[in-house]
């Protein structure tokens, strides 16, 4: 989130909120975060949060396959709350553990694409982002790869701000996107934390 990676960081108890603004070629676009503790006892919690969300980012830990395993529950508790018209963002963190990695790459990007969703703009080129299908990328939040693409995909992938009423200009004129993404950990461990 603020370009470094704080290792004293202490996993999400409940909600957390944070605004980042993403600079596409003819807009911005303001994405208000939820991250969402990924923790079964805070499961309660969560569909209230989904319910107004554009996107909805799922996270597992690739060294930890059951947290893989975990993503199809959180995909479902999604679409009971949003239906098909949600952008579905999955994300495999934690590359820099490559001797640990229990999930392969080809593994997420298969499972992705079988995923039904709202895929926002149409990005045919673009290889993780399929027709239907979630947006998959891999990223490392400690080592910071892939976390400034993650929400560059988020916002191309959401609609134009000229389609959208909660548009407002920015500082520098141009038009500002408002939209709600939740960031969800698909880990159960209470050692479980977003650090995007």
């Known amino acids: 989130m603020y370009d470094k990676f704080d290792a004293t960081y202490q996993a999400t108890i409940g909600i957390d ?12 676009v303001r994405l208000q975060l939820w991250d969402t503790a990924g923790q079964e006892r805070f499961r309660s919690l969560i569909p209230s949060y989904i319910r107004d969300s554009a996107v909805a980012v799922i996270v597992y830990d690739v060294a930890n396959r059951q947290s893989f395993l975990n993503v199809a529950k959180w995909i ?6 949003r239906g098909e018209n949600v952008v579905i963002a999955i994300v495999g963190n934690k590359t820099d553990l490559v001797d640990d990695r229990e999930v392969e790459t080809e593994e997420g990007e298969s499972f992705a694409r079988t995923v039904s969703c709202s895929s926002g703009n149409d990005n045919s080129n673009n290889n993780s982002q399929n027709n239907n299908g979630a947006i998959f990328i891999e990223a490392s939040a400690k080592a910071g ?19 959208k009423k909660d548009s407002e200009k920015g500082s520098d004129g141009t ?10 950990s698909s880990t159960s461990s209470s050692a479980a934390g977003c650090q995007c």
């Open 17 to 28: 909120f944070l605004s980042k603004t993403v600079h596409l070629e003819q807009r911005a």
């Open 76 to 81: 479902d508790e999604v679409k009971q709350e």
């Open 145 to 163: 790869y892939n976390v400034k693409a993650l929400f560059r995909k988020i916002a191309t992938a959401l609609p134009s701000a000229e389609t």
């Open 175 to 184: 038009k500002e996107q408002l939209v709600d993404v939740k960031l969800t």
